[in-house]
C-alpha cells in the first residue's frame, strides 16, 4: 500500500486497538483522496490529526452560538424539508435530532455489505472533518470507534434518492437504536455502543440532520466502485492478452509507434501493458502476419481498453472533489463572535451522479468487449481451435454455454448502464422538486462491476482451457504462462466433469483479491 505521509489524509505505520486489527491505518488531516477511503473499507483503520479535531471543535462552537443567539438555520432550530419554514424552540432542538433519525431510516431491501458499510460512515468522518457541519467532537469519535472496531450500523440499500436514509441507519446506532453487526452477531445498537466502551449519545441541535446529509453515501459507495474498477481495468488487460495469444496473427499488434498516432494517455498505457504481457510469445511469432488485420474485439483492445482508462481519470477525479467538498446543508462558517449559517444546495451529488453512471457504462463497454473475445475462443468457424474448447466434441459442449452466459451477464450491463441521474422525481411537498440519485448510480455502477468481474474470469478460464487445447511445441509468453499457471492452481481444467458456475466463482474471487 503507498505511503501518501505527505497528502492530507496519510497512511500510518501502528496498529488498530480493539478486537479489530488493520494492518494500517490512515490519518485523516486534509481531505482524504478516493484510495484512502478505499483502504479503509478494505480494513484500514482511520483517525483524526489534531488539526481536523480542531477544525470539528471550532463549528461546533459556531452552532452553539447560532443556538444562544437564536439565528435561524436549517436544520438547527426549524424543521427540514418542506417545514423547513417552522422554527423550532431551544427545548426541542434535542428532540429534533432524534426525530430526524427516526422518520428517515426508512430503507428498505438487503444490507449493505461491511466494505460498502466502512466507506460510507469514512466518508461521512471526511465531511464532518471539513469543519463546516458542527456535529460534536464526541460524536464522530463514535463513529470513529464503531469503524475501527469494525462494529458497523446495519444499512438497508434501497430507498434512498440521493442520501438521507443510509445515514439514518447508521445514526440510530449512535443513540442507541437500530442494528449492528460484528463478525456475523448482530447487535442491537446499545449492545454496538457497549461494545466500545460507549453509552448511546444524545444529540444537540444539528447532529441528527448532519448525520443524514450531505454526499457521503454515494461518495463512500464511489471510492469502492472506483477501487473495484482499477483493478477490473488491469485484469481486462491481462485476459485480453490471453485470448489474443491463443487467437492472434497480426504482427506487432500493439508496436508504441503506430499507436501513439492517436492521443490517448490511456491507449499508450493499455498499449505497452499488452506488449509486455506479449513479448517472448512464440505462439504470436509462429502466427504473425497471416492476416492483415485481426477483428477488432482483438485489435481494439488499446482504443477500448485505453478509453476507459481515461474516462477513469476524469472520474475519480470527480470523486476526490467530492472529498474536497463541504457537503452539508446548512453550512456553518465564522467565528462564535460571528457566526455564520448558509444554506446551500451542496448536499445534492449531481457530479456523483453523472460520474456514477459514466463509470456503469464503462464498466459495461470492458465487459461487452470481453463477451466478444470469449465468443471467439469458443467459436470454431474462427478459433483454430476445438470446437467449444471441448475436450470430447459432440459428447462434451465444453465452454458452448458458458459463452452464453457470459452473452446474458454483458446483456444486463447495457441495462444497468442506463443512467439513474436523468431518473428525477419530486419529494417534500415541491421542496425537493429535482432528484440527481447519485447513491442508486453508485450502487448499480458496483452491480455492473461484479457482473464485469464475472464476464473476466469466464474469459480467463476460457483462455486458459484454450491453451490447454493448441498444438503441442510453442511456448507461451512468460507473463501469460505465468497467468495460466496461477489459474491452473486453483481452476483444473474442464472436462464437462463438474458444474462450471464453481469454476467461475473460484475466478470470480481471485480477481476480487489479487491483481495478475
Keep these: 500500500m503507498t505511503d501518501t505521509r505527505n497528502e492530507p489524509g496519510f497512511f500510518s505505520g501502528d496498529m488498530t486497538a480493539g478486537d479489530f486489527v488493520a494492518a494500517n491505518r490512515i490519518v485523516l488531516h486534509g481531505p482524504l483522496g478516493w484510495r484512502d477511503v478505499a483502504a479503509v473499507a478494505d480494513g484500514a483503520g482511520l483517525d483524526l490529526s489534531a488539526a481536523a479535531r480542531g477544525r470539528i471543535e471550532a463549528a461546533r462552537r459556531i452552532v452553539d452560538a447560532l443556538v444562544e443567539r437564536g439565528i435561524r438555520g436549517y436544520g438547527i432550530n426549524t424543521g427540514v424539508g418542506a417545514l423547513c419554514d417552522v422554527i423550532i424552540d431551544r427545548d426541542a432542538q434535542q428532540s429534533l435530532s432524534r426525530n430526524i433519525l427516526f422518520s428517515h431510516a426508512c430503507g ?144 506487432e499488434a500493439f508496436a508504441a509507434v503506430p499507436l501513439a498516432l492517436r492521443t490517448s494517455p490511456g491507449l499508450r498505457t493499455v498499449g505497452a501493458r499488452l506488449a509486455s504481457w506479449l513479448d517472448g510469445s512464440e505462439l504470436l511469432a509462429a502466427s504473425a502476419g497471416s492476416r492483415t488485420q485481426d477483428p477488432l474485439s482483438l485489435r481494439a483492445v488499446p482504443q477500448v481498453h485505453g478509453a476507459v482508462r481515461d474516462q477513469m481519470e476524469y472520474l475519480a477525479a470527480v470523486v476526490d472533489r467530492e472529498l474536497a467538498s463541504v457537503t ?122 461484479d457482473n464485469l468481474e464475472r464476464v473476466l474470469a469466464i474469459e480467463l478460464l476460457a483462455a486458459a482451457q484454450a491453451y490447454d487445447l493448441q498444438p503441442a511445441g510453442l511456448g507461451r509468453a512468460t507473463r501469460t504462462d505465468a497467468l495460466y499457471r496461477r489459474i491452473r492452481a486453483r481452476v483444473a481444467p474442464y472436462a464437462d466433469d463438474r458444474p462450471l458456475n464453481g469454476d467461475f466463482t473460484a475466478m470470480q474471487t481471485i480477481l476480487q483479491t489479487t491483481r495478475p
Design 328 to 449: 452539508d446543508n446548512p453550512a456553518v462558517a465564522g467565528t462564535p463572535d460571528a457566526p455564520e449559517v448558509h444554506s446551500q444546495a451542496h448536499a445534492v451529488g449531481a457530479a456523483l451522479g453523472l460520474a456514477m453512471d459514466g463509470l456503469a457504462v464503462a464498466a459495461a463497454e470492458l465487459a461487452a468487449i470481453c463477451e466478444r473475445r470469449i465468443d471467439r475462443l469458443v467459436n470454431p468457424l474462427v478459433s483454430r481451435l476445438p470446437a467449444f474448447l471441448a475436450w470430447n466434441s459432440g459428447v462434451c459442449s465444453g465452454f458452448m454455454i458458458a459463452q452464453y452466459t457470459a452473452a446474458a451477464i454483458a446483456a444486463e450491463c447495457r441495462r444497468l448502464a442506463a443512467p439513474a441521474s436523468l431518473d428525477g422525481g419530486v419529494t417534500s411537498g415541491l421542496q425537493e422538486d429535482i432528484l440527481t440519485h447519485a447513491t442508486p448510480a453508485a450502487g448499480k455502477a458496483l452491480m455492473v462491476l
Design 108 to 251: 428498505v431491501g438487503d444490507p449493505l455489505p461491511a466494505p460498502e458499510t466502512r466507506a460510507i460512515m469514512t466518508a461521512q468522518i471526511n465531511n464532518f472533518a471539513h469543519g463546516a457541519s458542527g456535529i460534536r467532537p464526541e460524536t464522530v469519535d463514535a463513529l470513529l470507534a464503531l469503524l475501527n472496531a469494525d462494529v458497523l450500523p446495519v444499512i438497508p440499500s434501497r430507498g434512498s434518492v440521493g442520501y438521507l436514509t443510509h445515514g439514518a441507519a447508521i445514526g440510530l446506532v449512535l443513540i442507541g437504536h437500530g442494528e449492528a453487526r460484528h463478525g456475523a452477531e448482530r447487535l442491537t445498537g446499545r449492545e454496538a455502543l457497549a461494545r466500545v466502551g460507549l453509552e448511546p449519545l444524545v444529540l444537540e441541535a444539528k447532529e441528527g440532520l448532519s448525520l443524514v446529509n450531505g454526499t457521503p453515501c454515494a461518495t463512500g459507495l464511489a471510492c469502492l466502485a472506483l477501487s473495484r474498477m482499477d483493478r477490473a481495468m488491469d485484469w481486462a488487460d491481462a485476459a485480453a492478452t490471453l485470448s489474443y495469444e491463443n487467437l492472434g496473427a497480426q504482427a
